[in-house]
Each structure stands twice: as C-alpha cells, then as structure tokens.
Nanobody
Framework: QVQLVESGGGLVQAGGSLRLSCAAS????????MGWYRQAPGKQRELVAS???????DYADSVKGRFTISRDNARNTVYLQMNSLEPEDTAVYYCNYQRYRNVFARWGQGTQVTVSS
C-alpha cells in the first residue's frame, strides 16, 4: 500500500495559518478519496476534510470556511490549508485513504499542530 508522510505542522497563535502536506510514496491517481484526520489527546480521531479524485470536497462543520483541502495527483501530494486557526484545532493531523470501505491504509506518524491562545 501507499505510504503517507505528513508535514507542515507547528506552533501558531490563534488566528494564524498553516499548510499541511501529505506526501505519498506512490501514485494517488487511482485513489478516489483522500482525507485529513486529526486526533487530540483524550479524544477520538475525526475526519477533518476529504477530497475526491474529481475534486469534490467535504469538511467537518467545525472547520468549514477556514480549511481548504486540495490534491495534486501529479505530485502525489494532498494539502490542507488551515486559516483562522483556533486552540480547538490543536491535534495531531494525519492523512489517509480507504483501501476498501472502512479499511484504512496504514496510519503514519502525523504532524503536530498546536494553536495557542
């Protein structure tokens, strides 16, 4: 399966911006839907945003209007532009896809996003 490596996280103040990148070890052209997930300490992992091969996007209500997901199949990379960050956005962010329904690829290490007040 394709290996995924997340990067771009860091420490920012509330209201700031970050752009996360998800680099794949192989082609993502044939992967229908790629997604960004996040997990905060003590909380379960949640879907933040997803994008289909046709460019259709979907977002969690908590990030609508602030986050934008995009993909570049030629570069085998998925991005997450995060604006107007809030402390509640603090979490480890992961990218992933479903090999089959409800069966995900191997989770990577993720990238830490910390938003200070």
């Amino acid at each position: 399966q394709v290996q995924l490596v997340e990067s771009g996280g860091g420490l920012v103040q509330a209201g700031g911006s970050l752009r996360l990148s998800c680099a794949a070890s192989g082609s993502i052209f044939s992967i229908n839907v790629m997604g960004w997930y996040r997990q905060a300490p003590g909380k379960q992992r949640e879907l933040v945003a997803s994008i289909s091969s046709g460019g259709t996007t979907d977002y969690a209500d908590s990030v609508k209007g602030r986050f934008t997901i995009s993909r570049d199949n030629a570069r085998n990379t998925v991005y997450l532009q995060m604006n107007s960050l809030e402390p509640e956005d603090t979490a480890v962010y992961y990218c992933n896809y479903q090999r089959y329904r409800n069966v995900f690829a191997r989770w990577g290490q993720g990238t830490q996003v910390t938003v200070s007040s």
